[in-house]
């Protein structure tokens, strides 16, 4: 059994204070894989800053940074009296192929709920049209759906599709088999999306149905998915800003 002293050693030397990194950022790093390899889990609480400074054997304003900038992040919250906790679920999305939501939550061992809030056929105005390449007024879907995972909201989603592009679709298909899965069984299928990302602050009804504060951060979503040259998806998503770390893989 290893002494206290050799415990130390061997977190220290996760660490190089020769690195032009701080200190305090590659704590941090080493942090969130903790967060993000769900080895924190959600609603954990974590070692104190007096624990974290033995076991890593830094300084302790090197580690309240660290911890300052994962509450920042979102990654951790901290409740007077009682401790500092991880926030939520955080999941790592690499953008470079097709991903869905669902997919990446199965990769880490948890299954998502997605509640149906509305189906329904409507008139498109301009801008839905022009995300579309349609023309206003011509017939869509709009899916309206709110995906949960462990009785946490985590994504507000409405999708608009062009009717004349499924007119079969149907509401009890999509709750029973997912969107897509219910465009490809009706011969169209998803083959090309682009999203474009940008941070924000949540508005008031969708704060309301995820159960957060109006004016927390969110993470908005636009995505358009083709078959082909056809568009046959305009969608957005709000997304919690505390749920998903995506990273973009850059080659030369």
């Known amino acids: 059994m290893a002494s206290k002293n050799e415990t130390v050693s061997v977190f220290a030397s996760v660490f190089d204070r020769s690195k032009p990194v701080t200190l305090y950022y590659q704590l941090q790093e080493e942090l969130l894989k903790k ?6 889990k959600s609603g954990q609480k974590i ?6 400074c033995r076991m890593y054997n830094l300084s302790r304003i090197t580690v309240r940074k660290a911890i300052e900038e994962l509450v920042h992040g979102g990654y951790l919250v901290r409740f007077q009296g009682k401790g500092t906790f991880v926030a939520s679920i955080n999941f790592e999305q690499k953008l470079s192929k097709f991903y869905s939501f669902s997919e990446a939550l199965l990769q880490k061992g948890e299954k998502e709920h997605v509640k149906m809030l509305s189906f329904t056929v409507e008139k498109a105005d301009f801008a839905i049209a022009e995300s579309l390449g349609i023309v206003k007024d011509e017939k869509i879907f709009k899916v309206f759906r709110l995906r949960i995972v462990d009785d946490t909201a985590y994504v507000v989603e409405t999708s608009y599709i062009p009717y004349s592009c499924c007119p079969k679709l149907k509401e009890k298909d999509i709750v029973k088999k997912g969107l897509y899965n219910s465009m490809r069984s ?9 999203e474009k990302f940008r941070a924000d602050a949540i508005r008031a009804y969708e704060a309301k149905l995820m159960n957060l504060k109006t004016g927390k951060p969110i993470i908005h979503i636009e995505r358009t998915t083709f078959d082909g040259p056809e568009i046959i998806e305009y969608c957005v ?11 973009v893989e850059l080659k030369r």
């Open 237 to 247: 998503s709000i997304v919690r800003g505390d749920f998903f770390t995506y990273t």
């Open 47 to 52: 070692p104190p800053e007096i624990e974290l």
């Open 35 to 40: 967060i993000q390899n769900n080895e924190w």
């Open 186 to 194: 009706l011969g169209v299928n998803p083959r090309k999306i682009i």
